[in-house]
């Protein structure tokens, strides 16, 4: 794992497949995208592969209603283990409470809120991206699967009261309510449903105590496995490396990146003899090294790259590193 979002590899093929069937071959999607070869070998995806992979299905397709499709075509193995823990759940807001709680099995993509209302509750998707925009139509698609998802949980038609999302529409309005069956508005403040109290709290057709402990302790050891790796030292200095400039990354940037608190950060780091701020001395050490032997940069240039306020500062760290004040380090080495 690295710092990076990442998504499963069963929301990855279900992308795959809706393109499938509308004529657009595997190779072809994957071409498109630009992703590397052995990529649908990986556990898990970068999440801006996955934009990639949904921005080249709609180049391709050229359908305005693709999304929607893939949320209707949505099966349990879609989602792995987490859909048979729903199933087994008492009521459907247990089941989406499940959702919530191992969203990160799924995907690092987005989380859900649910905001209860006197008649109804908003089932909200707030999406998480990466450096890449998310395609509208991996917005759509994710409102589409919580319908899907439901009415198989359900075992009947669950009917969302009003769907509404924070884009524009895509397609032709008639697709909408023909996955949605009520009102759909655009151009919102968020992405929901608004879906009735009574719906969300009827006793569920398979609902199962026991066997609902089963998928909770089973899901929660696989939740612990991918977050014990969700952190090391090495993927925090590349990330590093890559933010580094007159702003300095914050432990608290890297945090909000990772879905964990400065705390559980700082705590994983410390199990691998690491602080956040040890890693960040050691990359502007080893980037202050390099600057000066290799770039004709002047020392407050170099300084003020590396985040330091001012050059005595960075002439002062720069001795702690080497023994030696910059200008002698690379008068050094130069000979």
């Known amino acids: 794992m690295t710092l990076e979002a990442t998504v499963s590899m069963g929301w990855v093929n279900t992308v795959i497949d809706a393109a499938k069937n509308l004529g657009v071959p ?38 305005p209603g ?33 959702v919530q709680k191992y969203q990160r099995l799924i995907s690092d993509g987005g989380r859900f ?18 450096r890449l925009a998310f395609s509208p139509h991996q917005i759509e698609a994710v409102l589409s699967a919580v319908v899907s998802l439901t009415d198989w949980i359900a075992g009947s038609a669950v009917g969302p009261v009003r769907v509404q999302f924070s884009q524009a529409r895509l397609g032709p309005l008639s697709g909408y309510r023909e996955v949605f069956g009520c009102p759909v508005e655009f151009e919102q403040a968020f992405s929901g449903l608004l879906v009735g109290n009574e719906v969300l709290d009827r006793p ?9 402990r089963v998928h909770e302790q089973y899901n929660a050891g696989r939740l612990a496995a991918l977050e014990k790796g969700a952190v090391s030292a090495e993927d925090l200095q590349q990330w590093l490396v890559a933010r580094m400039g007159p702003n300095l990354p914050r432990r608290a940037e890297a945090a909000r990146m990772l879905g964990l608190s ?27 090294l390099a600057a000066v032997r290799e770039s004709g940069l ?38």
């Open 298 to 335: 002047s020392l407050a240039e170099i300084a003020l790259s590396l985040g330091f306020a001012e050059a005595s500062t960075f002439y002062r760290a720069f001795h702690r590193w080497t023994g030696m004040p910059p200008a002698r380090w690379r008068k050094q080495g130069a000979h």
């Open 204 to 212: 569920l057709p398979q609902a199962d105590p026991a066997l609902a």
């Open 66 to 98: 693709f999304g929607l499709k893939v949320g209707a075509g949505v099966r349990p193995a879609s989602i792995d283990a987490v859909s048979f823990a729903m199933q087994s759940a008492a009521t459907l807001r247990e089941a989406i409470t499940l």
């Open 26 to 63: 595997e190779n072809l999607l994957l071409e498109t995208a630009g992703l590397p070869a052995g990529a649908l070998s990986l556990e898990r995806w970068p999440i801006d592969f996955i934009t990639r992979l949904w921005h080249a299905a709609e180049q391709c397709t050229r359908d």
């Open 262 to 288: 400065e705390r559980t950060l700082a705590r994983r780091l410390e199990a691998q003899g690491y602080t956040f701020n040890s890693l960040l001395d050691e990359v502007r050490r080893e980037l202050a």
């Open 113 to 130: 809120q649910m905001i209860p209302g006197s008649r109804g509750t908003w089932i909200v998707y707030h999406p998480r991206q990466g």
